[in-house]
């Protein structure tokens, strides 16, 4: 049993206090009861009796279609329940039971002649799409028996069922790969529950049905509405049965006419009894016992003509050979007497689904009834009111032990409403005690001969309260609510009530109830053996003045105490237990609070925030948030932030309804100073503000750098992070190994990029990155870190020690300049490296010879050149222990003679062309980058030798055209003013001299110019 709700509370008086309750208790819908009142309620025709079904354990279904008049006997007054049933007569009780017209008289089968008594069916069927031609090729063959693939298939056609594509359950089923038509159709009709599979997992579905089985199936396809869930019992144990056989030694009595004179003499008036000591006897019920009785004889006397028996109680197994009872019975009103002359019972009919039958409901209702200072008015109204009943013997025999299992399961199952005004006085006392109001008298259920429900029905209201009170209760509810008891398995709780609930209290102080039906049954066999229930839901309202707030708590409660009894072979047997005593708190809440406190706690942060933003980066926001925090306040749904410009206010709303403890204020200016207080809010309205926090908005550093990487490559580190919008550099710090003292090893960065050229490859580092702008530095980034080199370990035959091996990395920036009768090298230098090799080739792919080993220096001069002829040159790097890195980038050099100006021969022509007589150095180290304050582009280079000047050119793009934007410069610096803002150029120099000779251009760098800081 499940509950959940909303509840709603009203305030009508500031002492007076009105609480509206509404609960939703839900849980799995149970099955509804398929039980039927009496035909003869509305004086109609009485369904016919059977003689061969009144044990059998269709026998209700069987019962309920012939009250239908869908199914019929036989002339002998026989039902035949395990006679086969054929296919015209099936598909009569198909168009019976859906009520199809039956007018046309149209068949196309030819095997089907025009007079047979189920043309009409036969019509019907084929009209509204229950038979179709194609599934009779050598026609209809009324009178053959039907199968269980053929009734699956007609049911879900005639229901108007869709096809299920998908064979969850015809998958699972044992023998399905016999099936080999209308699969989709027999997947639906499993999915219903209407049709089953067997026990044993199977389906059998060419195996014919029998009478029984096609009257079972027609009553779930009579209650089946579309949605509804199939149950699938594992057995026929759910199956209405009434099996009760004596054993043949049991003396049977035709006669009513018996008394009990105390609690073991009974006289009994019956000249054909014949009874002796040690017999066992049964009398059939009359109207004080109402089930009949079972006894053993202890002695016998005779009083006038009259058996005066002394007896005890037999065994259940000394009266029965066979006991199997499985009952659903309606609860008739016409059973029930009021308990009290103010109390009336009035009963009227309701349609049961879709079916012309009905079952009954009644109302008991109560007038201003006084029960000890409680004055009652109520109504109370139930529908579908009927029980499950079970009652039985299981005997297991084998050669050496009988083995004996009592079994009983009671039920009560109904649809009831409870209205209930309640007042009480309470000028004689508290009121605190459970009141028991019986609403009938008891009243008698029969079930089968010797097995019937003895039952009473209460109104229980639990109060706790010293002052005058009045509630108004309205219950409504499905119960399906019981128990099963085995003498081998104990007792096991059935619980599918679903409940809906309402209540308005009026009180002015502390009170507490309960309220709901009370219901007392008890199953009872022959007198000798029994089951019962007491059955208490309903739900509790608690309420509290307290300071600062009033409390209330709704909690909902089933309580079912069950109890059973028997004598069963040679030990007897009494157990009662409470099986279900449940309490669930649905709702706990404090009403008429004042707002919440003030938040505690105010403080503030200022975050700088940048953004680059525009197709070439040329828009900058440079602003500082005011970032708000605070404490949470109990109680508060919500909070208002306020800001003013005077500490005096008037206070403005920046943000209302924030559910959470955090605002930034992103309208703040430089320069200025706020004051800003929060209110916490709820329900019951805004509460007081907190203090006032005076802030001034200055410059604030940028965030910091996010996203940071950092990836060895031999003895470099390369390191990457997201760029950060604005007028941004950064600086780079690093840490040896797991050190956190960093040093500075770049500043003022313009790219998010840097590449570590001296991180030893035997050392592990970590980087952190900040960023700078005009309001300071940020705080660090992100940590990245970089490991040692990759060690390799070498094990050689011998010795058998381990050799590590250090992998170098190649020198890099290597440069061959060519002179006369000589080519000088140069290259950074490698950490680890204690030398280096050069080699030389005459082509670019052949074979290298070393012509410097182990050289000490970062350069070298290979003086065995001849001028004019080309050279290709590469060099690796060393250590200690002899190891070479990889080959560094090939450079090609073409050494030239030296030209005497005293030989040169100029002959003017037009035009005159001049001849640049000497080679000049390309410049090195060339960079480009934007000054953060100016946003201009500066240009530096190394000074080369022999230079007067060096000419400065750009282009637009970087294989595009390049103009002179600077000639002749002295120095070794140049600052482009003219280049557009947010543009991306390219820049190249070269270097020229005395003579005029030019220089090969540098390598291209691209900067792009900004607006600078304004």
């Given amino acids: 049993m499940k509950w959940g709700g909303v509840i709603i509370f009203r305030r009508r008086f500031k002492s007076l206090i009105w609480t509206s309750i509404f609960l939703m208790l839900f849980s799995v819908i149970a099955p509804y009861l398929a039980s039927a009142a009496e035909s003869g309620a509305k004086g109609g025709e009485q369904p016919a009796t059977f003689s061969d079904i009144q044990s059998h354990w269709a026998y209700k279904e069987i019962m309920e279609l012939s009250a239908a008049n869908i199914v019929n006997g036989f002339k002998d007054g ?34 089907v002649k025009p007079e047979r008594w189920s043309v009409p069916y036969i019509a019907a069927g084929l ?136 609690e073991v003499t009974w006289v009994i008036n019956d000249p054909n009894l014949k009874l002796e000591v040690g017999d066992v006897f049964v009398m059939p019920p009359n109207d004080k016992y109402f089930g009949g009785i079972a006894k053993k004889v202890v002695s016998i006397s005779r009083e006038k003509g009259a058996l005066v028996v002394k007896t005890s109680v037999p065994r259940l197994r000394e009266v029965f050979s066979k006991l199997d009872v499985h009952a659903i019975e309606a609860i008739n009103p016409k059973m029930l007497v009021p308990a009290d002359p103010s109390i009336q019972i009035k009963m009227n009919e309701v349609s049961k689904l879709d079916t012309s039958l009905t079952l009954p409901c009644f109302n008991i209702a109560m007038n201003n009834a006084n029960y000890e200072g409680l004055v009652l008015n109520a109504r ?12 039985g013997l299981d005997i297991d025999v084998d050669w050496f032990d009988v083995d004996l299992d009592f079994y009983s399961k009671l039920v009560l199952t109904g649809d009831i409403t409870t209205n209930v005004t309640l007042k009480a006085d309470t000028g004689k006392g508290d009121i605190n005690k459970p009141k028991f109001i019986p609403l009938t008298a008891p009243f008698y259920v029969p079930v089968f001969t010797g097995v019937f429900v003895k039952g009473q029905l209460y109104l229980r209201i639990d109060p706790k309260f010293g002052a005058s009170l009045e509630i108004k209760f309205e219950d409504k509810f499905h119960l399906e609510q019981g128990f099963t008891y085995s003498s081998n398995k104990g007792f096991q709780a059935i619980n599918k009530t679903t409940n809906t609930a309402t209540l308005d209290v009026n009180s002015k102080v502390n009170a507490s109830l309960a309220a709901g039906p009370d219901f007392q049954l008890t199953l009872t066999l022959l007198d000798i053996a029994y089951a019962g229930i007491e059955l208490y839901p309903g739900i509790r309202a608690d309420f509290i003045e307290q300071e600062p707030c009033d409390a209330i708590s709704v909690s909902a409660f089933l309580k079912l105490d069950v109890i059973a009894g028997y004598d069963v072979w040679v030990a007897d047997g009494k157990i009662s237990k409470t099986l279900v005593n449940l309490d669930y708190l649905l709702f706990k809440d404090e009403i008429n609070c004042a707002p919440p406190q003030p ?40 909070y208002n932030v306020k800001r003013s410009d005077a500490p005096g206010g008037p206070f403005k709303a920046k943000r209302s309804n924030l559910k959470g403890t955090t605002y930034t204020d992103t309208t703040a200016s430089k320069g200025n100073t706020y004051y800003y207080q929060v209110t916490a809010g709820n329900e019951n309205g805004e509460g007081a503000p907190s203090r006032i926090l005076p802030v001034t908005v200055v410059d604030m550093p940028p965030q910091p750098p996010v996203n940071l990487t950092a990836v060895r490559s031999g003895g470099t580190a390369i390191l990457n992070w997201d760029k950060i919008g604005g007028f941004i550099t950064y600086n780079v710090k690093r840490a040896e190994g797991s050190s956190n003292t960093y040093e500075t090893i770049a500043s003022n960065i313009n790219e998010s990029t840097f590449t570590d050229t001296a991180a030893s490859i035997l050392k592990g580092y970590s980087y952190i990155v900040t960023a700078l702008d005009r309001g300071g530095e940020s705080e660090i980034s992100n940590k990245a870190y970089v490991t040692k080199g990759v060690v390799i370990d070498i094990t050689p035959v011998t010795p058998q020690v381990p050799i590590e091996v250090l992998l170098m990395p190649a020198p890099d920036n290597f440069i061959a300049e060519p002179h006369s009768g000589k080519v ?27 012509i410097g080993s182990k050289v000490s220096d970062t350069t070298f001069t290979d003086t065995t050149v001849e001028n004019g002829k080309t050279y290709y040159y590469k060099v690796t790097a060393l250590n200690n222990i002899g190891n070479e890195s990889k080959d560094s980038l090939i450079k090609e050099a073409k050494p030239v003679s030296p030209i005497d100006l005293k030989d040169i021969i100029v002959i003017p022509i037009d035009p005159v062309i001049t001849v640049n007589p000497l080679f000049v150095p390309t410049p090195g180290n060339f960079n480009a ?67 005029g000779a030019e220089s090969k251009a540098t390598p291209i760098k691209s900067a792009t110019r900004s607006s600078g800081i304004r």
Wanted: glycine residues 8%.
């Fill in 78 to 111: 026989t039902f035949k329940p395990t006679g086969n049933v054929t296919r015209e007569e099936f598909l009569k009780m198909l168009v019976e039971l859906r009520k199809l017209p039956k007018e046309s008289s149209a068949v196309l089968f030819n095997d």
């Fill in 127 to 262: 009209t509204n799409g229950i038979l179709l031609l194609a599934d009779f090729p050598d026609g209809f063959k009324p009178s053959q028996p039907i199968t269980r693939n053929e009734m699956a298939v007609w049911i879900v056609r005639a229901l108007q069922l869709p096809p299920q594509k998908e064979e969850k359950l015809l998958g699972n089923v044992k023998d399905q790969a016999d099936i080999k038509w209308n699969r989709d159709l027999i997947e639906a009709a499993l999915g219903t529950g209407i049709i089953r599979g067997n026990p044993d997992g199977t389906f059998k579905g060419g195996n014919n049905s029998t009478r029984a089985e096609a009257a079972v199936m027609l009553v779930r396809a009579l209650h089946y509405s579309p949605g509804q869930t199939p149950t699938t019992p594992t057995s026929s144990s759910d199956a209405p049965r009434k099996i009760v056989e004596y054993k043949p030694e049991v003396k049977q009595s035709n006669s009513t006419n018996y008394s009990k004179r105390d």
């Fill in 380 to 391: 109370m109204n139930f529908c579908n009111l009927g029980v499950i009943a079970d009652i």
């Fill in 599 to 638: 938040p505690n706690n105010l403080n503030a942060k200022l975050i700088g925030v940048n953004v680059q933003f525009g197709k070439f980066g040329e828009g900058i926001l440079d602003r500082t948030d005011v970032e708000l925090r605070w404490d949470t306040v109990s109680g508060a749904t919500s």
């Fill in 824 to 850: 000088v090298l140069s290259w950074n230098a490698v950490n680890t490296a204690s030398g280096y090799n050069v080699k030389r080739s005459n082509a670019t792919d052949g074979t290298y010879v070393t």
């Fill in 929 to 995: 980058s934007t000054d953060i304050n100016s946003g201009k582009v500066i240009l530096s280079w190394n000074a080369v030798e022999g230079a007067t000047g060096y000419n400065v050119m750009r282009s637009g793009a970087a294989n595009g055209t390049y103009e002179a934007i600077g000639s002749k410069v002295s120095g070794t610096t140049f600052t482009d003013s003219t280049a557009a803002i947010g543009t991306t150029n390219y820049y190249k120099i070269t270097a020229v001299n005395n003579k």
